[in-house]
């Protein structure tokens, strides 16, 4: 098959055309993840014109396109599909996407779809979800892998930008950066447990948690 057969395919899938459809498809990214699988050794064309839609004018074609990003990410890579939204970010920020996806922000979806790939080695795409994380009402949600890519930054960054509720961030973290922001954090509001809660710490050792616990809430129970 050629790149233009291909890249006419995928147009068609994105704008409701049904190109690949089973029972389990209900939006027009979940059939083209499936001509993804189906792709063989025609992939890498496949994956050229899925990144080509990330700037198309059409919202559809970028909805599809990002819906997708965890599909090809690791093959794209953070440097470079970081550098398309970020450089087109008119096309982006405050955009709806066409249907329901991960998130009702395309810049959203995108950035927390682009986070989990990027380290150390990707400065340009680390720079910049940092910096949407200060900037965006919704960068919390990009600690995670913050921490993970960079905890130093985090940590050294923690007052104003990490919220007391976003203690999941705690297991990226080593065992001397989560001393290092809870002690950043301070003072700590009240203890209010959750089962989210519960779950981090059932994650680290015993006794760092409950050491842990014991910096943050003075008195609680082991």
Same mark, same amino acid.
């Given at each position: 098959?050629?790149?233009?057969?291909?890249?006419?395919?995928?147009?068609?899938?994105l704008?409701?055309?049904?190109?690949?459809?089973d029972?389990?498809?209900?939006?027009?990214?979940?059939?083209?993840?499936?001509?993804?699988? !189906? =792709?063989? +050794?025609?992939? %890498?064309?496949?994956? #050229?014109?899925?990144? &080509?839609?990330?700037?198309?004018?059409? *919202? $559809?074609?970028?909805? !599809? =396109?990002? +819906?997708?990003? %965890?599909?090809?990410? #690791?093959?794209?890579? &953070?440097?470079?599909?970081?550098?398309? *939204? $970020?450089?087109?970010?008119?096309?982006y920020?405050?955009?709806?996407?066409?249907?329901?996806?991960?998130?009702?922000?395309?810049?959203?979806?995108?950035?927390?779809?682009?986070a989990p790939?990027?380290?150390?080695?990707?400065?340009?795409?680390?720079?910049?979800?940092?910096?949407?994380?200060?900037?965006?009402?919704?960068?919390?949600?990009?600690?995670?892998?913050?921490?993970?890519?960079?905890?130093?930054?985090?940590?050294?960054?923690?007052?104003?930008?990490?919220?007391?509720?976003?203690?999941?961030?705690?297991?990226?973290?080593?065992?001397?950066?989560?001393?290092?922001?809870?002690?950043?954090?301070?003072?700590?509001?009240?203890?209010?447990?959750?089962?989210l809660?519960?779950?981090?710490?059932?994650?680290?050792?015993?006794?760092?948690?409950?050491?842990?616990?014991?910096?943050?809430?003075?008195?609680?129970?082991?």
């Amino acid at each position: 098959m050629n790149t233009d057969k291909i890249f006419a395919q995928i147009r068609s899938q994105l704008e409701g055309g049904g190109v690949w459809v089973d029972r389990d498809t209900s939006t027009p990214d979940d059939g083209l993840k499936l001509g993804l699988k !189906g =792709a063989g +050794a025609e992939r %890498p064309l496949y994956v #050229a014109a899925i990144v &080509a839609m990330l700037i198309s004018d059409d *919202v $559809r074609h970028r909805t !599809g =396109a990002v +819906a997708v990003i %965890p599909e090809i990410r #690791a093959e794209v890579g &953070a440097e470079r599909l970081a550098k398309i *939204v $970020r450089d087109h970010e008119a096309l982006y920020q405050g955009v709806a996407p066409a249907w329901r996806i991960s998130h009702d922000d395309l810049e959203q979806a995108a950035a927390l779809a682009i986070a989990p790939e990027v380290s150390t080695k990707d400065a340009a795409a680390l720079a910049w979800l940092k910096q949407l994380a200060q900037d965006r009402p919704w960068g919390a949600f990009l600690l995670n892998d913050l921490a993970r890519a960079d905890g130093a930054w985090l940590v050294k960054n923690a007052k104003g930008l990490v919220p007391h509720t976003h203690i999941g961030v705690l297991l990226k973290l080593s065992s001397a950066q989560r001393d290092a922001l809870i002690d950043a954090l301070a003072p700590w509001p009240a203890e209010k447990p959750t089962v989210l809660t519960a779950s981090v710490w059932k994650q680290l050792p015993a006794e760092e948690a409950s050491r842990l616990r014991q910096k943050m809430w003075p008195g609680s129970a082991p």
